[in-house]
């Protein structure tokens, strides 16, 4: 036991940062650059690590506890969540509905600590955040409802268990397509990837996630960016797992499917940023309200 | 039981003893203060108790026809009595600073009188096992209720609030008298049947009056008219009382009904479900577009009063389709969210009188950088808003857990009609994100930030006998979040006292693994404490005398900080076809525009926007009936006589 989560915590630290460079560089071929280079993410985090901080005279101690919360959760979620083939070290009943409660947390204290600094930029990112993922929660519990129908258990270890292989060949296959499609929304628009919001933009108003973290600076920084690539990885091990449900029995190659699954993943998304552009914000909530509607359907054809 | 009843009796008399001191003296407070305190420690030895002796009971004959005065204190009323005390004891001593006699010589002594008659009236409707003893006890609270809402009668909305509530609560004991009648003519006698033992002849008529009567009380959507009048009128400890506790008193009056009956047709469950659903999601999104604190606070109240009904109705379709695992865990839910709820709303009422105390004002956007003046509100209240959001480590997240995993039970049955009820899942969580939104709003405007007007820059900190009853409040909170498992033999014990049902699953193992949750918490607290303390310590040297990044601009002032209406506004134009909010000015023209205001403002949807001009036709048109009728031509008038008199004769003369 001690010694999976240790494995778990291990594979999520040592390599949350890695997909970001992927769909760095995807992004740059694209465009017809070179790019920077694939590790560039941590050297990113490492540089963060060494400075100072510099803080508004404006904040109190909410304004740290964003970074903090926003590490924490998902460290927290990765344990609840099988790796590919790894199995999930903690798993109980229920489990499904704190690992989406969890990212309620985190999302409650970035956006109070956004406000925390009183300007009107992180005002606006925050609304922003707190409006799309309300939106968004609603498409994860029918897609996870379609899982647990499949699975007939109500834990993430099973939902994403062993079980998800023969359900690709039965009847529930139609189902997963449509939930694989919802959740890569979820993802994009949880982890504010393009066509949602741009994590590259330059102006502050049309920003989301990042004009949240406007005001952060040194190791706090840091933090929210390693919190991010973490939230990315254990989104993207939902993905990849439903997509790539290949149980080999042995660590090593679970292990080398899943990382795999996640750099495909990666790749994608740096394909989808590079070929769409951006929505336009009062369209994000009918997109969303559309990818409920796509659940829904793929739940009642679970439920017929 | 002997002690719940001194208890009871202390805290009802509560208030006496000061209207025979001076009022522009402060003994009587003090001494209202003690009795009340009292009498809780009074009342919960009984319900310690009650922990061995599960059915203490009372009884003694009455002058009254039919049946016994007969209390009875058993695992259901322990679940709702517990946070009444708390709240209560609480509320009167933070009503020593908030509500001091010296400052309100004119109404201090009212509002005592009338907290304690509420709160022992409450006690005993919770007790009690007799029809006509728990009208009485529910015409006191009603009318206590009237009285502690419009404690200030010298402002017009808080009278115009006091009526709404008076018409609205007499309507539902008018409903409650039709449906007890009912119940005594099916049972034979005033006393409460046993459980499970009415037939199911006739028993839909009684429901259905008894949900309208209850859910006038409860504040189910469309007849939550009264509540956020009457919540936002009322001083904040009794706001706390009112909107933590004596609206529960309708979900109790509900499941005690639903326990009489041995066979509940479907339609109740899903009838409960679909107001449960409405309640949550309207509740919530007319919270989000409330400017003042305390109308805001009251729309959550509907929003959980919602979320407490689809445990209910969960926990009835269970019944319905014989799934005890789906009634354990759904009225668990229920109960648990019913605690929980008294606990974090007056939490958060008492958090935001303290605010509205230092700042003078219940807008929103008045408020600004208090957590710098307050900071011990400030925690305290940031508690409440992550207990109410239903955010692990606290309490609001175990209950909707609880109502969660009954939602996702009919999973196991493919293909019957019960996986409808698998919607509630999404509608829960569609909620909770609105209440996250809405409450990063309040915190974030009123706490964090700069100060929005003079008054907040000038607040101070709460007196201390505010700050202690906030954090007695916000102790139970954590450990219900941390602890869940020590409340699990209460929650199994009740189910068991409402269904009758000896043999339900227990609230542990594969059904519900409550030290999981448990555990989970402690981790999480864990984590965030020593992340925190890492970080605290790493930015100790970090120089703070710089302002907030502007994008360059150079010249920052308070008023240009995102307000509370701007942070929902894209909730409320998503909700636009339900809240019908009314926008004025804010339109820019040209290139050099003029000095321009807006304002929003989000009427109730069926008070204002139903109700009031409905009964404004009403009167229009019988307005007009009395000039077509009664126009003062005396011909006319014995035209009618002669007419009655014709009418009369031809149908008498047969």
Redesign the interface.
């Known amino acids: 036991m001690i010694g999976r989560i240790a494995l778990q915590l291990a594979v999520l630290l040592i390599f949350a940062p890695l997909p970001l460079g992927v769909i760095n560089k995807t992004k740059a071929l694209f465009a017809g650059r070179i790019g920077p280079p694939v590790l560039q993410p941590y050297y990113d985090l490492g540089r963060l690590w060494r400075k100072g901080f510099v803080i508004s005279r404006t904040t109190t101690w909410v304004f740290l506890a964003g970074p903090v919360v926003g590490l924490v959760v998902p460290l927290l979620a990765a344990l609840l969540l099988p790796f590919g083939g790894l199995p999930a070290p903690i798993s109980f009943t229920g489990d499904l509905i704190l690992f989406v409660y969890l990212f309620g947390l985190s999302r409650f204290f970035t956006a109070a600590a956004a406000l925390d600094t009183g300007s009107s930029f992180e005002g606006m990112g925050a609304a922003r955040e707190v409006t799309f993922s309300c939106l968004a929660e609603p498409t994860l519990f029918f897609a996870l409802l379609v899982l647990a129908r499949g699975a007939k258990s109500l834990n993430l270890g099973s939902l994403f268990g062993s079980q998800l292989a023969g359900q690709w060949q039965g009847d529930a296959s139609a189902s997963l397509g449509l939930i694989l499609v919802c959740l890569f929304v979820v993802l994009l628009v949880e982890n504010s990837r393009i066509p949602f919001d741009d994590p590259n933009t330059h102006l502050e108003l049309t920003m989301i996630h990042e004009v949240m973290v406007l005001d952060h600076s040194g190791p706090a920084l840091g933090m929210v960016l390693y919190g991010a690539s973490m939230k990315l990885m254990v989104m993207g091990a939902l993905l990849v797992r439903i997509a790539l449900p290949i149980q080999t029995g042995s660590i090593l190659l679970d292990l080398l499917v899943f990382l795999a699954g996640l750099l495909t993943l990666a790749v994608l998304i740096g394909v989808v940023e590079s070929t769409m552009a951006r929505l336009q914000l009062p369209r994000v909530p009918q997109v969303l309200v559309g990818t409920t509607l796509i659940s829904i359907f793929a739940l009642v054809l679970v439920l017929r | 039981m002997n002690w719940l009843l001194i208890g009871l009796l202390l805290i009802s008399i509560s208030g006496i003893p000061g209207l025979f001191i001076d009022r522009t003296k402060g003994g009587g407070e003090r001494m209202a203060c003690g009795l009340v305190v009292l009498g809780a420690l009074f009342c919960s030895w009984s319900l310690l108790l009650s922990i061995s002796d599960p059915l203490q009971s009372f009884s003694s004959n009455w002058s009254v026809p039919g049946g016994q005065f007969n209390l009875v204190l058993d695992s259901i009323s322990v679940v709702f009595i517990a946070p009444l005390l708390l709240v209560v004891a609480t509320g009167a001593i933070y009503g020593l600073s908030y509500w001091p006699q010296q400052e309100h010589p004119g109404n201090g002594r009212k509002l005592r009188l009338f907290f304690g008659l509420i709160s022992g009236a409450m006690i005993l409707l919770l007790t009690a096992r007799n029809s006509i003893l728990f009208l009485i006890a529910w015409e006191i609270m009603a009318l206590s209720g009237y009285f502690l809402i419009t404690i200030e009668d010298r402002k017009a909305e808080v009278r115009q609030a006091g009526y709404i509530y008076l018409i609205a609560t007499h309507t539902g004991t008018l409903a409650l008298l039709g449906m007890f009648a009912l119940l005594e003519r099916s049972a034979g006698s005033t006393a409460f049947p046993t459980v499970a033992s009415m037939p199911l002849a006739g028993s839909s008529m009684i429901f259905l009056i008894g949900l309208f009567g209850f859910g006038m009380k409860a504040g189910l959507m469309p007849l939550h008219i009264w509540l956020p009048g009457a919540h936002a009128a009322a001083p904040s400890h009794t706001s706390a009382l009112l909107s933590g506790i004596m609206i529960k008193t309708g979900i109790y009056g509900l499941v005690r009904l639903t326990s009489f009956f041995a066979v509940i047709p479907d339609w109740w469950g899903w009838t409960l479900l679909l107001l449960g659903a409405v309640s949550g999601i309207m509740g919530v999104a007319l919270a989000l577009a409330q400017h003042d604190i305390k109308r805001l606070l009251a729309y959550h109240s509907v929003e959980n009063i919602g979320i407490i009904t689809l445990g209910l109705g969960l926990a009835l379709l269970g019944r319905s389709y014989d799934q005890p695992s789906l009634v354990i865990l759904g009225l668990a839910g229920c109960l648990l969210h019913v605690v929980n709820h008294g606990l974090f709303k007056s939490l958060l009422f008492l958090s935001a009188g303290s605010m509205i105390h230092a700042v003078g004002s219940r807008e929103i956007d008045q408020f600004?950088?208090l957590?710098?003046r307050q900071c011990w509100t400030?925690l305290f209240f940031?508690g409440g808003?992550?207990a109410i959001?239903?955010?692990?480590p606290f309490n609001g997240?175990v209950s909707?857990?609880l109502i969660?995993?009954g939602a996702?039970q009919p999973?196991?049955q493919?293909?019957s009609v019960l996986?409808l009820s698998?919607l509630i899942?999404?509608?829960l969580?569609?909620i909770?994100?609105?209440a996250?939104?809405c409450?990063?709003k309040v915190?974030?405007?009123s706490?964090?930030?700069?100060p929005r007007s003079n008054g907040a820059a000038l607040a101070k900190e709460a007196k201390r006998t505010m700050l202690w009853p906030m954090a007695m409040l916000l102790l139970p909170c954590a450990w219900i979040g941390l602890l869940p498992w020590s409340l699990r033999a209460l929650l199994e014990r009740a189910a068991i006292d409402w269904t009758g049902n000896r043999t339900l699953p227990p609230l542990a193992g594969?059904?519900?693994?409550l030290s999981?949750?448990s555990l989970?918490g402690w981790?999480?607290l864990g984590?965030?404490l020593l992340?925190?303390w890492w970080?605290?310590r790493?930015?100790r040297?970090?120089?703070?005398?710089?302002?907030?990044?502007?994008?360059g601009y150079q010249f920052?002032a308070?008023s240009?900080?995102?307000t509370a209406s701007?942070?929902?506004?894209?909730?409320v134009r998503?909700f636009r076809f339900g809240l019908c909010s009314k926008r004025h000015g804010g339109r820019i023209e040209g290139l050099f525009p003029d000095d321009d205001e807006f304002s929003s403002h989000t009427p109730d949807l069926v008070l204002d926007l139903t109700l009031t001009p409905a009964f404004a036709g009403i009167a229009w048109l019988f307005h007009r009936f009395r000039w077509l009728f009664q126009n003062g031509v005396v011909a006319i008038y014995l035209l009618y006589v002669a007419l009655t008199l014709i009418v009369l004769l031809t149908l008498l003369t047969r």
Request: charged share 10%.
């Open positions: 600004g950088g957590h710098k400030g940031l808003a992550v959001c239903g955010l692990p997240f909707e857990w969660y995993l996702f999973l196991q493919p293909g996986s698998l899942a999404p509608v969580a569609l909770g994100g609105l996250l939104a409450f990063v915190f974030g405007v706490f964090l930030g700069e594969d059904l519900a693994p999981a949750i989970a981790i999480l984590l965030l992340g925190g970080l605290q790493q930015s040297q970090a120089s703070r005398d710089i302002g907030t990044w502007g994008c920052p308070t240009m900080q995102y701007s942070l929902a506004d894209n909730l998503l």
